[in-house]
């Protein structure tokens, strides 16, 4: 006869074996709803900040965060802006498409709510540009909720007033944003009343508030507080380091020691008030437990205001399409995808973010029509990337297209004038190999004319 010891013993081991099973089963689950959560996005988008204006290219500048940042992650070394000035730059990198086709050859300087389009004075073909990012454009935050996405938005919008905010634009929460394409001053009081029409930078702050630092808090308050299931994309666009140059008071004496005078030495504080920035963001990814599970993304609208030496030209003088005005900063930092101390010299536009942000969001390729953007996927993971033309057009002085295949950047003038350049060679483009019987030359020139008749408007 079986004792009721040895029963209750038999009943003990199977509920014990019962636990550790669906425990096993549950951590099991744990793991793998953790392995397929979506992961979070920071798309962090800095205004005139140059490619050389960094740490790791520039000793003059103090980085450690967006140096870490760089070390941790993928450096794209040739990223270039297709339309490099501030409001077809955001339109760009909004949508995929080159701005050109949006009628967005130029940054936006009327009121939408009055004229559609602006001319600008000194541009010799007098071309029409948009104010306003049309509302039937589809931006990445409207195609993100078909992902599950939470969309919030920081800071410089310049894409139109009140009726084209990025509330309009698929964005669920906004902060910062202005009728300003830039502040009258970095410290409080930032605008003037006409420009901050729902009071966003008024409220609440006081003088000695330094807008970057203001900003940044309501970022990282944003990731601290953050308590949906969804996945997020806080999309973090600095007004900072666009004029007027007024570095925090405290850094300005560090820079002007370096040998940095006037307005450069005011410069060199803001780029480090942005680092410490990215910084914090990070810190406050970390202490919320989801920085192995966010991608970073950090890139500049157009060239620097400033020395981007080696790199020739700028936003200012009349050569924007050189190296120093359409190259720009790029890192991608993709925990357990981007491989560390990883840099790419693969040429790259800022209207690839949105196919690789889809990419990011829903797990498989992005194959949306009509942009002209292409998901960097393939290099993030180290796979074949197929090569590509890169064009580039903006209508404010004789300078006005451009293209780059590989090794080569042709660019072009309304005056008729042609410029050839092998920038991995020629890096500063002070050899000009135009008429020099290369083929290239004339492979070039007739691609950009294809492209002109399919891609600019006719007005």
Same mark, same amino acid.
């Given at each position: 006869?079986? *004792?009721? @010891?040895?029963?209750?013993?038999?009943?003990?081991?199977?509920?014990?074996?019962?636990?550790?099973?669906?425990?096993?089963?549950?951590?099991?689950?744990?793991?793998?709803?953790?392995?397929?959560? @979506?992961?979070?996005?920071?798309?962090?988008?800095? &205004?005139?900040?140059?490619?050389?204006?960094?740490?790791?290219?520039?000793?003059?500048?103090?980085?450690?965060?967006?140096?870490?940042? #760089?070390?941790?992650?993928? &450096?794209?070394?040739?990223?270039?802006?297709?339309t490099p000035t501030c409001s077809p730059s955001r339109?760009?990198?909004?949508?995929?498409?080159?701005?050109?086709?949006?009628?967005?050859?130029?940054?936006? *300087? =009327?009121?939408?709510?009055?004229?559609?389009?602006?001319?600008?004075?000194?541009?010799?073909?007098?071309? !029409?540009? /948009?104010?306003?990012? !049309?509302?039937?454009? $589809?931006?990445?935050?409207?195609?993100?909720?078909?992902?599950?996405?939470?969309?919030?938005?920081?800071?410089?919008?310049?894409?139109?007033?009140?009726?084209?905010?990025?509330?309009?634009?698929?964005?669920?929460?906004?902060?910062?944003?202005?009728?300003?394409?830039?502040?009258?001053?970095?410290?409080?009081?930032?605008?003037?009343? %006409?420009?901050?029409?729902?009071?966003?930078?008024?409220?609440?702050?006081?003088?000695?508030?330094?807008?970057?630092?203001?900003?940044?808090?309501?970022?990282?308050?944003? /990731?601290?507080?953050?308590?949906?299931?969804? !996945?997020?994309?806080?999309?973090?666009?600095?007004?900072?380091?666009?004029? !007027?140059?007024?570095?925090?008071?405290?850094?300005? #004496?560090?820079?002007?020691?370096?040998?940095?005078?006037?307005?450069?030495?005011?410069?060199?504080?803001?780029?480090?008030?942005?680092?410490?920035?990215?910084?914090?963001?990070? #810190?406050?990814?970390?202490?919320?437990?989801?920085?192995?599970?966010?991608?970073?993304?950090?890139? *500049?609208?157009?060239?620097?205001?400033?020395?981007?030496?080696?790199?020739?030209?700028?936003?200012?003088? =009349?050569?924007?399409?050189?190296?120093?005005?359409?190259?720009?900063?790029?890192?991608?930092?993709?925990?357990? $995808?981007?491989?560390?101390k990883s840099v790419t010299e693969i040429p790259v536009?800022?209207?690839?973010?949105?196919?690789?942000?889809? %990419?990011?969001?829903?797990?498989?390729?992005?194959?949306?029509?009509?942009?002209?953007?292409?998901?960097?996927?393939? /290099?993030?993971?180290?796979?074949?990337?197929?090569?590509?033309?890169?064009?580039?057009?903006?209508?404010?002085?004789?300078?006005?297209?451009?293209?780059?295949?590989?090794?080569?950047?042709?660019?072009?003038?309304?005056?008729? @004038?042609?410029?050839?350049?092998? $920038?991995?060679?020629?890096?500063?483009?002070?050899?000009?190999?135009? =008429?020099?019987?290369?083929?290239?030359?004339?492979?070039?020139?007739?691609? /950009?004319?294809?492209?002109?008749?399919?891609?600019?408007?006719?007005?």
């Amino acid at each position: 006869m079986i *004792s009721k @010891k040895t029963i209750l013993t038999a009943f003990v081991a199977f509920v014990a074996m019962l636990f550790i099973t669906c425990k096993g089963q549950g951590e099991k689950q744990v793991s793998t709803n953790k392995e397929n959560k @979506k992961p979070n996005i920071v798309l962090l988008f800095v &205004d005139d900040w140059g490619w050389a204006d960094v740490g790791y290219r520039n000793p003059l500048f103090e980085t450690p965060n967006i140096d870490q940042l #760089k070390s941790d992650g993928l &450096d794209f070394n040739r990223a270039y802006i297709p339309t490099p000035t501030c409001s077809p730059s955001r339109a760009a990198i909004l949508t995929g498409k080159e701005s050109v086709r949006m009628e967005m050859p130029r940054h936006i *300087s =009327g009121n939408p709510e009055v004229e559609k389009y602006n001319l600008w004075p000194k541009d010799p073909v007098q071309m !029409p540009s /948009i104010n306003y990012l !049309p509302l039937e454009e $589809v931006t990445y935050a409207e195609r993100l909720k078909e992902y599950g996405y939470y969309n919030a938005f920081i800071g410089k919008w310049h894409l139109g007033h009140q009726a084209h905010f990025p509330d309009k634009q698929g964005f669920d929460e906004v902060y910062g944003t202005t009728n300003a394409g830039h502040p009258k001053n970095y410290y409080y009081p930032f605008f003037k009343q %006409e420009d901050d029409p729902k009071g966003f930078l008024k409220s609440g702050l006081k003088e000695g508030d330094y807008l970057t630092e203001v900003l940044t808090n309501k970022a990282t308050d944003f /990731i601290k507080n953050y308590d949906k299931q969804d !996945p997020f994309m806080l999309s973090f666009w600095y007004y900072t380091v666009h004029g !007027p140059s007024i570095g925090k008071k405290e850094l300005l #004496k560090k820079y002007q020691d370096k040998g940095m005078e006037g307005k450069y030495a005011h410069h060199g504080a803001m780029v480090e008030t942005l680092d410490k920035s990215v910084g914090k963001v990070r #810190k406050a990814l970390e202490e919320k437990g989801i920085a192995d599970n966010t991608v970073i993304i950090l890139i *500049s609208d157009q060239g620097g205001a400033y020395s981007n030496a080696p790199l020739s030209g700028g936003k200012k003088g =009349g050569n924007t399409l050189g190296e120093g005005g359409a190259r720009v900063p790029f890192i991608v930092y993709y925990p357990g $995808v981007t491989k560390p101390k990883s840099v790419t010299e693969i040429p790259v536009q800022s209207i690839d973010l949105y196919p690789t942000i889809m %990419e990011i969001a829903s797990g498989r390729k992005f194959d949306g029509d009509g942009i002209q953007g292409k998901s960097l996927m393939p /290099i993030i993971k180290e796979q074949k990337f197929e090569s590509r033309k890169l064009f580039f057009f903006r209508s404010y002085e004789d300078q006005y297209a451009a293209v780059i295949d590989g090794d080569w950047k042709l660019i072009k003038y309304h005056s008729g @004038k042609f410029q050839l350049f092998n $920038v991995t060679k020629d890096i500063s483009e002070k050899n000009d190999l135009i =008429g020099k019987g290369l083929e290239i030359e004339e492979t070039l020139k007739i691609a /950009i004319a294809n492209w002109e008749k399919e891609a600019v408007p006719v007005y």
